[in-house]
């Protein structure tokens, strides 16, 4: 078992930045890839990036792209989602994940095993 916590939302204006963690314990050597997901008011959770564990490489969704960065520290089991010039449009509640798994889209959600709770991002503009 994985257990995600995350934390970092809140409210920014246009234009602003936050920063995300997801602090994860437990069993998580066995994790293959992180991933940040978001979810607004009536839409589907939607992918937002990704960090391949063992290689590093990382993905994002073409929407955040050139903006917001995933990155990790090893010492804390710490994933970090940076987002700058955030816009109205990215407000949601974001949820950190964790897969044990070896095959599957590294973007699609059912690759990942475990979720944290959410974090909500609102934005205004």
């Known amino acids: 078992q994985v257990q995600l916590v995350e934390s970092g939302g809140g409210l920014v204006q246009a234009g602003g930045s936050l920063r995300l963690s997801c602090a994860a314990s437990?069993?998580?050597?066995?994790?293959?890839?992180m991933g940040w997901f978001r979810q607004a008011p009536g839409k589907e959770r939607e992918f937002v990036a990704a960090?391949?564990?063992?290689?590093?490489?990382?993905y994002y969704a073409d929407s955040v792209k050139g903006r917001f960065t995933i990155s990790r520290d090893n010492a804390k089991n710490t994933v970090y989602l940076q987002m700058n010039s955030l816009k109205p449009e990215d407000t949601a509640v974001y949820y950190c994940?964790?897969?044990?798994?070896?095959?599957?889209?590294?973007?699609?959600?059912?690759?990942?095993?475990?979720w944290g709770q959410g974090t909500q991002v609102t934005v205004s503009s």
């Open positions: 994940a964790a897969s044990a798994r070896v095959f599957g889209s590294i973007s699609r959600s059912g690759r990942y095993d475990y």
């Open positions: 960090m391949s564990w063992n290689a590093g490489s990382t």
């Open positions: 437990g069993r998580t050597f066995s994790s293959t890839a």
